[in-house]
């Protein structure tokens, strides 16, 4: 089993997305059983509450249902846990370089690093923007998804 974190600051916007949109292309590629993902956050302000209202109503319109995920904050030991461990932004990778146990520093990744030619370094934070913002985080995440699992289809699954 291959296991994927996504992380952001709150749990609430940005990673639970890409939780959402990656958990569904893995679905639709029929490797449910083979990847697991999860998400977390870098604060503990939101822990246990859903997405944010705009997140879900963003993902909706996509396909993308997140109302069953639940916020929880990142601990060392997911390093240990999970192969891949993917910051949506600088100040996330900086919070999860600080916690990661010695040795597992390459399981960390800028997620945006699997879009090619992508037009940010930064998923940005939509928290305190518009509509608007919820929607170009979706964008970004659905390139970077495709890049991601192309990563683990030739590196962890053989194919
Ligand atoms: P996220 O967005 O990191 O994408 O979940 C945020 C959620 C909450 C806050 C900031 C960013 N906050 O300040 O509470």
């Keep these: 089993m291959v296991?994927?974190?996504?992380?952001?600051?709150?749990n609430i916007c940005r990673s639970p997305t890409a939780e959402g949109v990656f958990r569904d292309l893995v679905a639709q590629k029929g490797l449910s059983n083979e990847i697991m993902t999860d998400?977390?956050?870098?604060?503990?302000?939101?822990?246990?509450?859903?997405?944010?209202?705009?997140?879900?109503?963003?993902?909706?319109?996509?396909?993308?249902?997140?109302?069953?995920?639940r916020a929880?904050?990142?601990?060392?030991?997911?390093?240990?846990?999970f192969d891949y461990?993917?910051?949506?932004?600088?100040?996330?990778?900086?919070?999860l370089q600080q916690i990661c146990p010695p040795g597992y520093e390459d399981r960390l990744h800028m997620f945006l690093n699997f879009f090619a030619n992508s037009p940010e370094e930064e998923v940005p934070d939509p928290y305190f923007g518009g509509p608007a913002g919820f929607d170009y985080v979706l964008d970004l995440i659905e390139?970077?998804?495709?890049?991601?699992?192309?990563?683990?289809?030739?590196?962890?699954?053989?194919r």
Excluded at 3 to 10: D, E
Excluded at 48 to 63: I, V
């Design 3 to 10: 296991k994927v974190l996504f992380v952001c600051l709150g």
């Design 39 to 69: 998400s977390a956050g870098t604060g503990d302000w939101h822990v246990g509450s859903p997405p944010d209202e705009r997140a879900q109503k963003a993902a909706l319109a996509r396909g993308v249902d997140l109302s069953d995920l």
């Design 72 to 81: 929880r904050q990142v601990i060392a030991k997911d390093f240990i846990q």
């Design 85 to 95: 461990v993917l910051a949506m932004d600088r100040s996330n990778y900086a919070k």
């Design 143 to 158: 390139e970077a998804s495709v890049g991601l699992l192309k990563d683990i289809e030739t590196g962890y699954l053989g």
